[in-house]
């Protein structure tokens, strides 16, 4: 089946509502689990890969939450295919350069994605809207319950499961949510808020993952460590410091409206000015200028605009769903001129930002 | 700034490694970093300090034989230090001692403390079970209660046969 013909359209992906998703994105858990003895996708040869794959695929498949399912190995992907999925955060940037003896499987709701020799045999994530981290972790738990009955998993009683890097080691998993955090960077409390849940042993990074820049101010963390911990404890864990993240950046914007109230609507309204009026503009800014216009949004300054459609603009907007969109031979620069002009058009309805007379407390928005 | 190695030339590759709370600088000058093999800062990976092979260390080493390689997949040390990823799963038992050290610094602790397969579980559980059958039924022929060591008898010869299906499966 076609891709794009299975692939949420980004309109109904960003209308997807999740608790918490005026700050949390998305929340994520995955698995990775390794068969018994077959050498590592980084170290087997290629024949042996695709051994592999014709095991592991069909039993991924016929898993009962993948009833409905789009399931290609990466060879017959394009590269623009490959790099819409990543833009779709749905396969890492690591699974998008793989070829033959590799493979993916995500179902029609776009909540369960398989990567088949990433960097371990199975890399198995349940995705969620908004934050979902202990839903999340049940539904993979569940489908790997499933799994562990139809493939023998590389396991040790002593260290658990075993997985080609040592950081994944034990219960192999990484719970991830993605935040948007633009009031932390506007009171410039975000490095702070780094560090500390640095020091907690939880990683904070970029918008597509390791080794990525925060672009529009969303960032990803998540745990480290995967040894020496249950499951449903690092969940706990990640979950109790993401509340307090929350909290952090809905009082940075109730004190930066209160105190600062010129300093947020002059942001707003520069960034609608020019998102609204551009005739060239890099993917970089439109991104950093759509979580301003987001910020606009929850902070009731936009009463025409919900956050869906700046949310669709975030994943339309960027390179590879351009290319798709037009063409596949456009130049960087001839990107630039289709993205603000498909920004002016699309916002060609919207009323510029008015601020409020009085600031109102960040309980009382519209969420 | 000299290059801590010589102490003449004037140090231009700078490497700075994190790993936990700690952070380690070293200054080279080209030669030197050359010399050990540091040249190339894809190369020298995490694997090198996590397994205890800093670079000086290293150049320390003989180079001849000896070097351990995984019976499975034919992994060596020297593939771990360059990719910084193990070749198959029984690369755990192959690099158990290198390894031990590095588990340690990257995570809580070295135990698996979650979830299990369950076939796996069910053995574990059989086995603990045999255990405390084997050594009641010691008791009872200690005590000469042979009512009760026939029943533990029969006890174990189940809990085996229920093992040795969960094996076969």
Not at chain 1, 37 to 45: D, H, L, M
Not at chain 1, 276 to 294: D, F, G, Q, Y
Not at chain 1, 349 to 361: A, C, F, H, I, Q
Not at chain 2, 11 to 40: F, S, Y
Request: aromatic letters at 4%; a neutral charge; proline letters at 4%.
């Amino acid at each position: 089946m076609n891709l794009h013909e299975f692939l949420l359209s980004p309109d109904e992906s960003a209308r997807r509502e999740g608790p918490h998703n005026k700050i949390v994105m998305s929340s994520r858990v995955r698995l990775a689990r390794n068969i018994k003895g077959a050498a590592f996708p980084g170290w087997a040869k290629k024949a042996d890969r695709i051994k592999t794959l014709d095991i592991v695929r069909p039993a991924v498949e016929s898993l009962p939450q993948m009833a409905d399912h789009f399931s290609e190995t990466m060879d017959n992907l394009t590269l623009l295919d490959k790099n819409i999925l990543v833009e779709r955060h749905l396969i890492s940037r690591e699974h998008a350069a793989k070829n033959a003896g590799s493979g993916l499987v995500f179902n029609r709701e776009e909540t369960l994605c398989v990567m088949i020799n990433e960097e371990d045999h199975l890399r198995m994530q349940a995705l969620r809207p908004g934050l979902q981290l202990k839903q999340a972790w049940q539904a993979i738990d569940q489908v790997d319950s499933k799994l562990e009955k139809k493939l023998e998993y590389a396991f040790s009683p002593d260290i658990g499961y075993l997985t080609a890097c040592p950081t994944n080691l034990g219960t192999g998993i990484r719970v991830s949510a993605m935040l948007h955090l633009p009031g932390l960077v506007l009171a410039e409390q975000i490095n702070q808020i780094i560090q500390a849940v640095n020091k907690l042993g939880l990683a904070v990074r970029g918008l597509y993952g390791e080794g990525t820049e925060a672009l529009g101010n969303v960032f990803q963390v998540s745990n480290q460590m995967t040894l020496g911990e249950a499951e449903t404890d690092i969940v706990e864990r990640l979950s109790k410091v993401l509340s307090q993240i929350i909290e952090h950046e809905e009082n940075a914007r109730g004190t930066l409206l209160e105190k600062k109230p010129k300093t947020v609507y002059n942001h707003i309204g520069r960034a609608y000015g020019i998102l609204a009026n551009a005739h060239s503009i890099s993917s970089k800014e439109t991104m950093n200028l759509l979580s301003l216009m987001r910020l606009g949004v929850d902070l009731g300054l936009f009463p025409d605009l919900d956050r869906a459609p700046v949310d669709e603009l975030f994943v339309v907007t960027q390179p590879n769903h351009l290319q798709k969109r037009y063409s596949d031979k456009l130049t960087a620069e001839e990107r630039d001129l289709l993205r603000a002009d498909m920004l002016r058009e699309r916002l060609r309805t919207v009323s510029r930002p008015k601020p409020k007379p009085t600031p109102p407390s960040s309980g009382a928005e519209k969420s | 700034m000299l290059c801590c190695v010589c102490k003449e030339k004037e140090a231009k590759v700078h490497l700075t490694q994190i790993v936990g709370d700690k952070m380690q600088k070293v200054d080279l000058c080209e030669g030197c970093a050359a010399q050990k093999g540091v040249n190339d800062p894809a190369g020298f990976s995490l694997a090198d300090l996590l397994l205890g092979l800093g670079a000086t260390q290293e150049a320390e080493q003989s180079p001849a034989g000896g070097e351990l390689k995984c019976p499975n997949c034919g992994f060596t040390q020297a593939d771990f230090k360059k990719a910084g990823r193990l070749g198959c799963s029984e690369c755990y038992v192959t690099f158990s001692e290198g390894l031990d050290g590095l588990l340690k610094t990257m995570h809580k602790g070295t135990k698996h403390m979650g979830k299990v397969p369950h076939a796996m579980q069910q053995s574990r559980e059989l086995s603990d079970r045999l255990k405390s059958l084997q050594k009641k039924l010691d008791k009872a022929v200690t005590e000469e209660d042979f009512e009760q060591a026939a029943s533990m008898r029969d006890e174990i010869k189940a809990t085996k046969e229920k093992l040795a299906a969960l094996a076969t499966n």
